[in-house]
């Protein structure tokens, strides 16, 4: 990996991997991502190089293509159907990290979980979240996941560089800052974008 490469490692990147490799998933559990953006690309990428069936979820079906490429083994479209209830056609997700922050699109997840599976924010959302407790009775649970230390930082560099796993990433140069911060706020940029001095 270069430099502009390892810059969203250090923070999308421990953002997303550290609370995967730490979820208690075992090879071969169902692990989805929900949201394909500058977190759920990369937690896509670490899922499916962990070992882990890997379900992307998004709305619309022309994210599809990307979630297959990023290494989803199946797609969910919430655009056309629930997906709790497509997950538990699975049999339930061992762990489902939420990298989009809606709290409306995140706390219906929670019944797609197999009991004690583990519903993992990493993406907050401002607004408040409603849950029915009674979904918690299985020992399902919800937890949020702070970023890292150093140390995870240079096993989130290590894990990507020995698996292949690479940001999706614009690059400007410094003098364009004003243009890389307009694309990006404006979620145009796919998925994060790097500043580069000359």
Avoid at 48 to 62: C, H
Wanted: charged fraction near 20%.
């Amino acid at each position: 990996n270069n430099d502009n490469d390892a810059a969203p490692l250090l923070c999308a990147g421990i953002t997303t991997f550290n609370p995967l490799r730490n979820s208690g998933a075992r090879t071969g559990g169902v692990v989805a991502v929900q949201g394909i953006g500058g977190l759920g690309h990369l937690g896509i990428q670490y899922a499916r190089k962990m070992g882990f069936r890997t379900v992307a979820i998004s709305s619309g079906a022309d994210k599809e293509q990307l979630a297959r490429e990023l290494g989803a083994t199946d797609y969910m479209d919430t655009s056309k159907g629930s997906a709790a209830d497509l997950l538990q056609k699975l049999g339930g997700a061992d762990v489902i990290l939420t990298t989009a922050p809606h709290s409306q699109s995140i706390a219906p997840l929670l019944g797609g979980l197999k009991p004690r599976g583990k519903l993992l924010i990493v993406a907050a959302a401002a607004d408040p979240m409603e849950i029915v407790p009674a979904m918690l009775l299985s020992g399902k649970s919800i937890s949020g996941w702070p970023s890292g230390s150093a140390a995870d930082w240079e096993d989130t560099l290590s894990f990507s560089a020995e698996n292949h796993v690479l940001p999706m990433i614009e690059t400007f140069p410094l003098e364009k800052v004003k243009e890389a911060y307009e694309r990006m706020m404006s979620n145009k940029a796919r998925f994060r974008v790097v500043l580069t001095v000359s």
